[in-house]
């Protein structure tokens, strides 16, 4: 069974003192109508007959194995950096706790505070473990698309801090808000023909195409599965484009909002709240 036939928008939501998974009907007005799912045994989903209405949208992932993330993906990215493009993707991860819902705060610890940065990306979620994928095979493994945002603490990058490592700056809780929806194939038919923006308190920072990537998806799932299983539900993140605050000296503070819109499909928008 294909799971993303059973949705084109799949969410997770608070309906009453239950947490729940459904398919976006409809938004209207910071109100979400949505057709209740029921997640199976087997790990699909099925239409209950049930209608929701509700106000509050999750994380569409209550977790996951591990987050994979693309360094240096975008051409004007890479040249607003001023370097080299290396023959295989940069590739760093963050752990589950980073997960965060699409409108949560993002409560950013004292030591992460300084030259904290945003970089909107698109997300892809694996639906089946894969191993080996070749590159024409592997969109078949992806459960769906998501928009994303990797907060980073740019003081833990610096190399005369901590050796310019990546890891550690954008492992903190909360620090990969991602949503609102998971959408499917059949709402997404090419991830290399999508436009997105990101926004920080309501001024355009970043907008791309997905064309502008180095490494489309399908080589990114080919590049991640060779000899190494991509577990069900992993989520990629898949590169930022040019814009970063870095390259801007402008960096998030205290109740800065980023959002993250893709076009035509749905936006993340997040608070920064220094603790």
Known sequence: MDI???FTKLVRYEQGTQICYGDLLESKAGTYRIARLEKTVAGTFRRVGQEDVTEKLLCPLD?????????????????????TVPKYPVIFTKPSD?????FDEIKVHPDAQEKLDYEGELCVIIGQDAKDVSEADALKYVLGYSIGNDVSARHFQLP?????????????????????AIWSSSVVADPQALSYKTKVNGEVVQETSTSDMIWSVRKIVQHLSRGTTLRKGTVIMTGTPSGVGFFRNKFLGHRDVVEVELEGLGSIMNRMQFK
């Open 63 to 83: 977790w996951t194995p591990i987050i994979q993330c693309v360094g240096l993906n975008y051409r004007k990215h890479a040249t607003e950096a001023n370097l």
């Open 4 to 6: 993303a036939s059973t």
């Open 160 to 180: 005369d801090v901590s050796g310019g490592q990546f890891c550690y700056a954008k492992s903190f809780d909360s620090f990969a808000p991602l949503g609102p």
């Open 98 to 102: 980073a997960l965060a819902g699409p």
